[in-house]
């Protein structure tokens, strides 16, 4: 008798948006573990996903995630759509911290 082989698994398609409130959820377990305060912008509006109080100052922080890797490292893409120009890249008049 033939040992039976597993039909090969199709290619996993990852819902972006799933993953990138797990990666959400992570940080903010993460931070307030470590004793910092966060709060969370109303919507999706803005282009920071947490104010992140730090005690001696207040730190707007967006979260990005990845499994592409290039180089022996991960991949981030420090960037963000807007309607009619496409992809722009986050500034300091955006952002004061990104994560990844």
Sequence with gaps: ??????????????????????SEAAFLLKAETLGFHLAKPWGDSERYDFILDTGARIWRVQIKCTEVLRARGYDVQPIYSIYGKGKVVYTAADIDLLAA
């Design 1 to 22: 008798m033939e040992p039976s082989k597993a039909a090969p698994r199709p290619p996993i398609h990852r819902n972006t948006k799933r993953t990138g409130e797990l």
